[in-house]
């Protein structure tokens, strides 16, 4: 009997997703992907000055703090025709990498994992054989007997005290859950270094940014991180000795732990290589210089597209082929919900025609989610690590191929297993393990710069709004972790006059589009197996395998000047909050 | 400071604790204490970590049996996180939490009962357990929120489970012994709120009147302050002193340019006038390039970030005011120089600039452009009063 669930909301993601599919014979047969949250930033950043709209659009996400600030920077760039230094396309390569490194780690361990491992089982292992387990995947130096011991006797108390905090009520026991209990016992140990692993490498960020999360040296025509050996409040030989440091520790725990954990994990679920391939349409916009300037051409992460899974032919990228629909989101075209627009022209009004809440079900035969539906050529397209993964296999990137080769080699498959939800979850492993690689040796070439006596960070020749044309448009790109993210601006008499941004959540998670062809997460779930529809872990590793990040993907520019609701900030005075309200002494 | 002085070791009676909220671990039920005890903390490790939280929460050396009390006899206090419009900024600062760690906090410390982020159970299971704590404990959880709240359109911006985020912020904070406001969003309103504020997005405090409120204002919050309230809260039974705007004191209490370590190239007049100049290689005062640390309140310069590594200023960028209410709108354009700086003095409290900035937001509302080229106006003005200096 065909049933109707909803998943509302999914959890371990960044922001607020809301799956609803339809279920028959065990299987989802149809599946409706909405975003539920809106905020309208780029209304926001209408009228403002340029050099600030980093500032803004960083906070779009918290997770990944760092691509909405380097892909303004470069959108008002581009506009304004500046290059930046090298040292500066540099650090910003640095920062990006390590961003992709820590947060495809925290994804596979924090956010993913949990999919696939279950803690309580842990509880069975045997420590000694979980030791013998880890010592024949990895050298990794945590894995004797002892050491798994005290985490299952950590886990165990924590069972015993009755209060399971953010392991209460999950799907542990469900049939779906493959690994042995010395598996789960190990992922578990992993799942805890992971916690501080991932606090201690991000202080790289914190020496080159000032802090994490929202790192605050962007600018626009460089970075406002000082160079020189010889100052104790620049970048100096200390520092790079410490960011060098922390670069070994993150490609390290890579090297020896998430890898292998990748593999061993995997190998238990050979049946996920088969499932949740989706559109089969991949795109990427390409990053990071392997030149002084931003070349398109010259990136390590090649730029480009693939079509119905062909692989061997990437497609040069042609920017003026992205439109996006709003058939089936809460948005209004003036000339209409059923024609595409281009980012430029990119014209947007919400209006919610979605159910009063509380609601149970949304109206997935209208309109049904904050996401718009970016497509290129008219094809939804896949975003992320597998879509950088597959053009940079296809381009002749060596060292993909290499690793690529490695990684499928160990699971026994063939390529075709790389279009699955866990080809998705292993294409982002190998490209951790990429970019680890090549942090030290962005590093030596910023050193190798500052040791020439090159220390520009920033070029000011087109810092003054006053040396500005009256009009200027723009777009910047970057590889986010989870995929091509594209802003476009309009300046207008040194001002913004039009800001879009089109995010790698949108082009996964968008729902249908006027032709009703579905978006990448409806696409991949159709098929998913659900053993009991009350307890759908099945549909959270295919949602979880693109890594959603939802407050990134939902929001929108209004150009029509419809007039929007304005509510004045209420002054905290008035709100109990003042010298009456919350004010409390100690003592 | 005149309160008794409580020694006490594992085994021996403490203090009675006024007003806690919190019940006292039952025999058997294991305490913070006894988990770090588990994880093979000394007693030694464990003195050395109460006392940097004591350090931290500006507290005196013989506060820390008493914190170490607290810390061995309580049960382990509910929490519930809801994210709202958010970026998880917040979420990802306290995922950098050092002292305690996030892991010791998370699995030890207080009981993490809903985060959507990191709790492994999704859909109705999940919603399950949030309806659970409020239930069984009313007036016993601690709630925090992160994000503002949408209330134009009926709150159709932000809906979670079906439900709206002022829907479910009534119930959750309303039934809260407190709420904590993780970061400037929750606290004033924050970027959704900035003009033209697209879906009425409000404050924590605007959306539910009446309810006590922790702002731990910022953009994000740094996870020490956190950490050194909620440890405060289970060491006292009660949440440190605020400011008019109903930030902790101990975080918010002095301007970022009062302890910033460029001070004194302020206070001799040297500046950095260009990114990547001599002045700003040398860590000269960034006040030329657009600092707002004279009028922001917060402990960057003496936390600093991600365990002490940096802080925005300490890496070359100006401060933008981030813990300051409505900042978006008054702390902009972010490299403009900020007005008067001299007028300042170092006596002016949280309270009274606190004041000054709501007033002038209401300009900003209605004036955003005017006051912009105010600010602008007076900022070459005092440029030149700066170059006097």
Redesign the interface.
């Known amino acids: 009997m065909a049933e109707r669930i909803?998943?509302?909301?999914?959890?371990?993601?960044?922001?607020?997703l809301r799956i609803e599919a339809q279920v028959d014979g065990g299987k989802i047969q149809d599946a409706w992907s909405s975003s539920?949250?809106?905020?309208?930033?780029e209304?926001?950043l209408k009228?403002?000055?340029p050099?600030?709209a980093w500032?803004?659009t960083q906070?779009?996400?918290?997770?990944c703090?760092t691509v909405h600030a380097i892909t303004s920077v470069r959108a008002v760039e581009n506009a304004l025709g500046i290059t930046v230094p090298e040292n500066a396309e540099i650090i910003r390569s640095i920062i990006a990498g390590l961003q992709q490194v820590q947060d495809h780690v925290?994804h596979f361990y924090?956010?993913h994992a949990?999919d696939w491992v279950d803690?309580v089982s842990a509880l069975k292992a045997d420590p000694v054989k979980t030791s013998a387990l880890a010592q024949s995947i990895s050298d990794w130096p945590l894995s004797s007997a002892t050491y798994f011991k005290?985490i299952r006797?950590?886990v165990q108390?924590?069972v015993?005290?009755g209060?399971l905090?953010?392991?209460?009520?999950?799907?542990w026991g469900h049939p779906a859950y493959r690994l042995p209990p010395e598996a789960n016992l190990m992922a578990v140990a992993h799942y805890?270094e992971g916690?501080?692993w991932?606090?201690d490498v991000?202080?790289g960020?914190?020496?080159?940014?000032?802090?994490?999360?929202?790192l605050?040296?962007y600018?626009v025509?460089?970075?406002?991180?000082?160079?020189?050996f010889n100052?104790?409040?620049?970048v100096n030989a200390g520092t790079i000795a410490t960011l060098r440091a922390l670069f070994a520790k993150a490609k390290e725990f890579v090297e020896k732990v998430y890898i292998p954990d990748l593999l061993a994990v995997a190998s238990f679920y050979p049946e996920w290589t088969k499932l949740g391939a989706g559109v089969g349409n991949y795109l990427s916009f390409g990053d990071f210089a392997t030149t002084p300037e931003l070349d398109a051409e010259k990136l390590f992460l090649p730029r480009g597209v693939i079509f119905d899974k062909a692989i061997d032919k990437p497609q040069p990228l042609d920017m003026q082929k992205i439109v996006e629909y709003v058939a089936h989101s809460w948005y209004e075209y003036e000339g209409g919900d059923q024609g595409g627009l281009h980012p430029y022209k990119g014209e947007t009004s919400?209006r919610?025609t979605?159910p009063?809440?509380?609601?149970?079900f949304l109206t997935t035969d209208g309109k049904y989610s904050?996401l718009k539906s970016p497509r290129y050529e008219d094809r939804p397209m896949e975003v992320g690590p597998l879509a950088r993964m597959l053009v940079a296999y296809g381009s002749g990137h060596k060292r993909v191929q290499e690793l690529v080769g490695l990684v499928l080699g160990r699971l026994k498959v063939g390529p075709e297993a790389l279009f699955s939800t866990l080809g998705r979850t292993a294409a982002r492993g190998i490209e951790t393990l990429l970019i680890a690689e090549q942090l030290e040796s962005w590093l030596d070439k910023l050193a190798a710069n500052m040791d020439r006596g090159d220390?520009?960070?920033?070029t000011?020749d087109k810092?003054d709004p006053s040396t500005w044309p009256d009009e200027a448009e723009g777009w910047g790109f970057h590889e986010a972790p989870r995929g091509a993210l594209g802003h476009w601006v309009r300046i207008e008499k040194g001002k913004i006059a039009h800001y879009q941004c089109v995010v790698p959540s949108t082009w996964n998670g968008g729902p249908r589009d006027a032709k009703g062809q579905r978006g990448p997460y409806e696409e991949a779930l159709v098929g998913t197996p659900i053993a009991n529809p009350e307890?759908?872990l099945e549909l959270?590793r295919t949602v979880h395998s693109f890594d959603p990040c939802m407050?990134c993907a939902a929001h929108v520019v209004?150009r029509t000047g419809r007039k929007?609701?304005?509510?004045?900030?209420?002054?905290?005075?008035a709100?109990?909050?003042?010298?009456q309200?919350?004010?409390?002494?100690?003592? | 400071m005149n309160l008794p002085i409580y020694p006490t070791y594992p085994g021996e009676s403490g203090p009675p604790f006024l007003n806690s909220d919190v019940a006292a671990a039952r025999p058997g039920e294991e305490t913070f204490f006894d988990t770090l005890r588990r994880k093979g903390l000394s007693r030694r490790d464990f003195v050395k970590f109460v006392g940097a939280v004591a350090g931290m929460l500006g507290l005196e050396a013989s506060f820390v049996p008493r914190i170490a009390h607290a810390l061995q006899t309580k049960k382990k206090l509910p929490l519930v996180w809801l994210e709202f419009q958010d970026c998880a900024g917040n979420t990802e600062s306290f995922l950098r939490a050092a002292k305690p760690s996030i892991d010791e906090i998370v699995l030890e410390a207080i009981s993490v009962n809903y985060h959507e982020t990191i709790m492994a159970a999704a859909g109705h299971l999940a919603e399950e357990v949030l309806t659970r704590t409020v239930k069984e404990n009313p007036g016993g959880y601690l709630a925090v929120v992160e994000g503002s709240i949408p209330t134009a359109d009926g709150g159709v911006y932000c809906t979670i489970g079906g439900r709206t985020a002022l829907q479910i912020a009534r119930e959750v904070c309303g039934n809260a012994l407190a709420t904590i406001a993780a970061g400037t969003c929750a606290c004033f309103g924050g970027l959704p709120a900035a003009a033209p504020n697209p879906t009425g997005a409000v404050s924590v405090s605007a959306a539910v009147p009446g309810i006590k409120v922790i702002n731990l204002s910022a953009c994000p919050f740094n996870a020490a302050n956190v950490t050194a309230v909620l440890v405060h809260y289970l060491t006292f039974g009660k949440f440190p002193a605020m400011d008019a705007l109903g930030r902790p004191l101990f975080a918010y209490g002095k301007r970022i340019h009062d302890a910033c370590e460029r001070r004194a190239h302020f206070d001799a007049g040297q500046y950095a006038e260009g990114f990547g100049d001599e002045g700003h290689r040398q860590g000269y005062c960034l006040y030329k390039l657009g600092c707002k640390g004279p009028a922001t309140h917060q402990n960057c310069p003496t936390v600093r970030w991600n365990e002490g590594m940096s802080w925005p200023v300490g890496s070359g960028a100006p401060c933008f005011g981030c813990a300051e209410p409505y900042f978006w709108d008054t702390m902009t354009p972010f490299y403009a120089r900020l007005p008067k700086v001299d007028g300042f003095g170092v006596d002016v409290t949280a309270d009274q600039v606190g004041v000054g900035i709501v007033a002038g937001t209401a300009a900003a509302f209605t004036a955003h452009g005017i006051l912009k080229s105010l600010q602008r106006k007076r900022a070459e003005a005092s440029e030149e009063g700066g170059k006097e200096k």
Not at chain 1, 6 to 16: A, F, K, N, S
Not at chain 1, 165 to 171: H, M, S, V
Not at chain 1, 455 to 458: A, S
């Open positions: 909803v998943v509302d909301p999914i959890t371990r993601i960044e922001g607020h539920t949250m809106f905020r309208g930033i209304t926001i009228g403002r000055d050099r600030d500032v803004f906070r779009i996400c918290g997770v703090t925290v924090h956010l949990l803690i005290g006797e950590r108390a924590f015993d005290a209060q905090g953010p392991f209460d009520n999950a799907y805890l916690l501080e991932q606090r991000i202080r960020h914190a020496i080159l940014g000032g802090k994490n999360p929202h605050q040296t600018l025509g460089g970075m406002a991180v000082p160079l020189d100052s104790q409040q620049a919400p919610y979605g009063a809440p509380p609601y149970k904050w220390l520009r960070v920033h000011d810092w307890k759908p959270l407050a209004d929007l609701a304005q509510v004045r900030a209420i002054s905290p005075l709100l109990g909050v003042g010298p309200g919350n004010r409390e002494k100690v003592l």
